[in-house]
């Protein structure tokens, strides 16, 4: 009477073993990717925030430099003005004065490196 109801058992257990493999592995595949995919993002956004504070020191010099160029442009304009030449920059025309009071203007295009290629 025991024999048949493990043999009974036996015949349920193998499939219903196997149908609890399946669902084990299908939930360790998920979470496992799941897992992955927020670890990614998250590296990403690191990254992201990495290059963006890299971008804003690049700002901070790119300023610093313009505040350096500007000084220098006032030196050789206050220069060349106690020199008897005076240099307006209007845009893209840029006028000089000099000595003898003869004006002379010149159309100048300011081209970035890109247009030059």
């Known amino acids: 009477m025991i024999k048949p109801l493990l043999d009974g058992l036996?015949?349920?257990y193998g499939p219903l073993m196997f149908i609890?493999?399946?669902a084990a592995s299908?939930?360790?595949?998920?979470?496992?990717?799941?897992k992955s995919a927020s670890e990614?993002?998250?590296s990403a956004i690191a990254a992201l925030k990495?290059?963006?504070?890299v971008l804003k020191g690049r700002i901070d010099n790119l300023k610093e430099e313009n505040r350096r160029q500007e000084r220098v442009?006032?030196?050789i304009r206050d220069v060349l003005e106690k020199r008897g030449?005076?240099?307006?920059?209007?845009?893209?025309?840029?006028?000089?004065?000099?000595?003898?009071?003869?004006?002379s203007a010149t159309i100048v295009r300011i081209q970035n490196e890109e247009e030059d290629s």
């Open 10 to 12: 036996n015949a349920i």
């Open 20 to 22: 609890v493999a399946i």
């Open 26 to 34: 299908v939930f360790m595949v998920r979470s496992g990717v799941g």
């Open 50 to 53: 990495e290059e963006m504070e």
């Open 73 to 75: 442009i006032k030196t």
């Open 85 to 103: 030449i005076t240099i307006t920059i209007d845009h893209e025309i840029i006028n000089i004065e000099g000595l003898e009071h003869k004006k």
């Open 40 to 42: 990614a993002q998250a």
